[in-house]
């Protein structure tokens, strides 16, 4: 099982020391990716509708293909993931070109991950629709593979049209897609048509969800043992109880987990640098690193 960590941005204050020590940090650690959350903008929640996500307009978040660019030019060896892009709130053909950058200046690092997000105020200032966001978001997977992988692309969508263009350069590969979300249509989606999926453990029962999504991958005709299954511990706080949760993880089929170090009440990066250190020492012990 791969052990990677994710990306404190709420809690460091848009610092980009902290973008360059913990990706430092993270491959220097031994760990095998590092995972970065996308928000264009925050929006206060004193609104009708209500916003019920977890950020307001006083959280930072860096752009994941910007900060993931420079993290591939001062590593060597980890995966760089986005977990997840909100990808209806995006102009499609353009995540393509900058996702066909990163794996290429990268070597081939990059794991995308894509969702659709919570945030309408977010979708509004993009000039993108939040209420179609999911016949979009599957029309959307499609013209990325295609766009990848083919030479020529004629396209026609119900919300994008690509007549006769290329992307060049092209990625080496088909990138793989990994999705993320809460309800049975993003488990759904993804066992139809994804590489792999991202559960929030402490948003829901990621392992409940699990069991759920190999019957679907069953009934899909998909082997589970070759779908990416990543658990980011956002519960798990302390070193004992992330070496529970990654060994509950590994026994349950899972392939991936992402250690978390926002809301253990640290304030810099030092510490969630010596924390970091600290999971890693205890993961290693247990034979999980």
């Known amino acids: ?67 993931l660019s420079y993290v591939a030019a001062i590593t060597s060896r980890i995966e760089l993931v986005t977990g997840v ?23 081939e690092r990059l794991r995308l991950g894509i969702g659709t997000g919570w945030n309408y105020v977010e979708y509004d200032a993009l000039g993108e629709d939040f209420e179609t966001r999911g016949p979009r978001y599957s ?37 793989p897609l990994w999705m ?3 309800s049975n249509i993003a488990l759904r989606r993804a066992a139809r048509v994804g590489d792999g999926f991202m559960f929030a453990d402490g948003l829901g029962d990621s392992f409940r969800k699990l069991e759920k999504l190999k019957e679907m991958l069953a009934e899909e005709g ?3 043992a070759s779908f990416g299954l990543q658990c980011n511990m956002l519960s798990a706080k302390g070193a004992e109880a992330v070496v529970e949760r990654s060994l509950r993880w590994r026994d349950a089929g899972g392939s991936h987990v ?10 810099t990066i030092d510490e969630h640098i010596g924390y970091v250190e600290e999971v890693r020492e205890a993961l290693g012990k247990a034979g999980v690193m």
């Open 1 to 67: 099982m791969k052990v990677g960590l994710i990306y404190p941005q709420i809690e460091l204050g848009g610092d980009p020391e902290g973008v360059r020590r913990i990706g430092l940090a993270t491959e220097e650690m031994g760990f095998d990716h590092l995972l970065v959350y996308d928000h264009v903008l925050g929006a206060t929640h004193d609104r009708e509708p209500k916003l019920a996500g977890p950020y307001t307009e006083r959280d930072p978040f860096h752009d994941p293909f910007v900060m």
């Open 139 to 175: 029309e959307q997977i499609e013209l990325l593979r295609k766009l990848w992988g083919e030479e020529l692309v004629a396209f026609d969508g119900k919300f994008d049209q690509v007549d006769r263009a290329a992307l060049i350069p092209r990625p080496k590969r088909q990138i």
């Open 180 to 182: 993320g979300g809460y």
């Open 222 to 224: 998909r082997d589970a």
């Open 258 to 267: 992402g250690v978390n170090t926002m809301g253990m009440g640290f304030s």
């Open 85 to 107: 892009i909100i990808l209806p709130q995006r102009q499609t053909v353009l995540v393509a070109r900058q996702a066909a950058d990163v794996d290429l200046l990268s070597g």
